[in-house]
């Protein structure tokens, strides 16, 4: 049965209920920054494509998909999500991508909207190179479909503002979490690890249990589901 996302966030801990709230926030200045930079430069993704969401090696980290982890408690579908990420530890790409029948590169992400940080900038996104100046991030299929858009982006790279800047973004959400926003994980062990956090403190609050909680940054995490240093 479907329970009310913010029942199930009052159960969570003032620090595990700050840092969805923030990460939450922070998703909604990056999807305005994403926009502005899309109507900047002109730059989008085809419509349908699934290449960036069929790639092996989309990382992320715990704290990014706690959203998605409340998400999908309150849907009561965390324990089906975890079963099949344990089912397809083999198969690195995201298991919350769905290909489209009948097509071997479209296809759709099934948890758009509780997306993690990489999912919403790739494409979309500019990092500074040693030397200060501003690289744009696109993907091959973008440059390949809109060459020209894509070519005239990069030209306007040093007179715009760069409001999508990918590592300011990458350095806010480590300063939410020491330990759940320093370390990349593939996405499927991030989400896995996002549901069982959230998970334990069900399961210790409805046994009427006290939940332990992580050490300090430094110390030895008494919480079995924080990633290992």
């Not at 083999?90 to 290909?99: L, N």
């Not at 200060?132 to 040093?158: H, T, W």
Request: hydrophobic share 35%.
């Amino acid at each position: 049965m479907k329970q009310d996302a913010e029942d199930i966030r009052q159960c969570l801990g003032e620090t595990d209920k700050d840092a969805i709230d923030r990460v939450g926030a922070l998703f909604i200045e990056v999807d305005q920054a994403a926009k502005k930079f899309q109507s900047l430069t002109g730059i989008k993704c085809p419509e349908g494509c699934g290449e960036c969401c069929r790639n092996s090696r989309v990382e992320t980290t715990v704290i990014e998909m706690l959203p998605l982890a409340l998400e999908l408690w309150s849907q009561n579908t965390a324990e089906y999500w975890m079963t099949r990420i344990h089912e397809t530890l083999d198969d690195p790409k995201c298991i919350f991508y769905e290909t489209q029948s009948g097509s071997a590169t479209r296809g759709r992400c099934t948890v758009y909207p509780q997306r993690p940080l990489i999912c919403r900038l790739f494409g979309f996104f500019t990092v500074r190179n040693k030397y200060g100046k501003y690289v744009f991030g696109s993907c091959r299929v973008i440059k390949q479909e809109y060459p020209e858009v894509y070519a005239n982006a990069v030209r306007m790279l040093d007179e715009i503002n760069h409001p999508s800047v990918c590592t300011d973004y990458s350095i806010r959400i480590i300063g939410m979490d020491s330990m759940l926003g320093n370390r990349m994980l593939p996405i499927n062990r991030a989400a896995s690890l996002a549901l069982e956090k959230i998970g334990y403190r069900l399961e210790h609050i409805a046994n009427n249990r006290p939940v332990r909680t992580a050490a300090p940054p430094g110390g030895t995490s008494e919480n079995p589901l924080l990633p290992k240093r």
